[in-house]
């Protein structure tokens, strides 16, 4: 695979938010992949270990090692947004795929002028893995920002929907608010039982999208537990 990542000791600056420093490079108008990471055997062990599926002789003799081994035999595997969170995963026995940003596992065809002009569809790293049974899950960072909220649910929900297209069962890990940002944090902050926790409590994509009903845009500005709103303190319109 001719694609990576590298993330500069000295970024550069945004064209378009030039407040913005680049954090991570990609090859120069290149289309974005999904990373799958050297696993060692140890690690590669941890992971057939909780997912309950054997590693056979055959399976260590094939060129395509691990990943192979994912794929021939339908292990279950978590969708991470960056390749640090996919590498906290692996370490913890999870077979994790990292895509370099929630909106790069699938692509939408657009005509010269950037106008979308047909479907979206999966590419092709995850198409290969996204075969009949396969359990798959989706875990983005948590964010507080109104705005990169709904980016982050259209970018699941509409992975997720293709996916499903193609026979994957979907479910949805939702990291809690707080300082932690990514799987990887979180993991550092809290220890792997929490992180298994909510692996085994994460919820069907359908039920997710309907939890999103339930949910505030943005979040309260004062919490009352009271009967009666005689009390409550209007803030003044700005003239």
Known sequence: MMWGCFKPDHPRRDRQKIHKFIKYEHPYREETRAFF????????????????????????????????????HNVPVTIVEGVKKAGALLTAGYAAIAI??????????????????????????????????????????????????QLVRTAISRMGRLLGNEGCPLRVIDLPLGAEK?????????????????????????????????????PPAIALNQRFLSQLLVPKAKN
């Open 100 to 149: 370099p940003s929630v909106n790069a596992g699938y692509r939408t065809p657009q005509d010269e002028y950037g106008t979308a002009n047909g479907k979206p569809y999966l590419i092709p790293d995850l198409k290969h893995f996204a075969t009949e049974g396969r359990q798959v899950n989706i875990c983005f960072d948590q964010d507080n920002k109104p705005e990169t909220v």
């Open 37 to 72: 990471l050297l696993v060692s055997n140890r690690i590669w062990v941890k992971v057939s270990l909780r997912c309950g599926i054997p590693i056979t002789e055959e399976d260590l003799q094939h060129p395509g090692g691990f990943w192979h081994w994912v794929w021939w």
């Open 182 to 218: 990514g799987v990887d944090d979180f993991i550092v902050a809290h220890g792997q039982p929490a992180f298994d926790a909510l692996h085994n409590t994460a919820v069907t994509l359908e039920l997710w999208e309907i939890k999103l009903f339930t949910l505030l845009t943005y």
